[in-house]
Nanobody, 127 residues
Framework: QVQLVESGGGLVQAGGSLRLSCAVS????????TGWFRQSPGKQREFVAA????????FHANSVKGRFTISRDNRKKTVYLQMNSLKPDDTAVYYC????????????????????WGKGTLVTVSS
């Protein structure tokens, strides 16, 4: 069993920054690809960013490319999402997810392909 716990969400003004963390327990993080997804009211859960098990291959959605960066520290069993230049449209609950599959870092992951999920952390960006 794998447990994921997100933290770091909060209220920030447009143009500001936040760093989300996802603490992973129950298994060695080296065995899992991981991703960040988000969901705002009335919308489907959408892909934000993903990174492979080694941390070498990463992919970001076009909507966040150049502003958000996913990373991971396998020794600390933590996945990060650095969010800069935040916009009101980034307001959502952000979820961390993990899966045992391989990953080339060249495409967006589908939410239905992920096996383990955290409960999410709310990010609110005010204008």
């Amino acid at each position: 069993q794998v447990q994921l716990v997100e933290s770091g969400g909060g209220l920030v003004q447009a143009g500001g920054s936040l760093r989300l963390s996802c603490a992973v327990s129950g298994r060695n993080l080296e065995n899992f690809r991981t991703g960040w997804f988000r969901q705002s009211p009335g919308k489907q859960r959408e892909f934000v960013a993903a990174v492979d098990a080694s941390g070498s291959n990463r992919f970001h959605a076009n909507s966040v490319k150049g502003r958000f960066t996913i990373s991971r520290d396998n020794r600390k069993k933590t996945v990060y999402l650095q969010m800069n230049s935040l916009k009101p449209d980034d307001t959502a609950v952000y979820y961390c997810a993990a899966d045992r599959g391989s990953y080339s870092g060249s495409y967006a992951l589908r939410p239905e392909s992920m096996d383990y999920w955290g409960k999410g952390t709310l990010v609110t960006v005010s204008s």
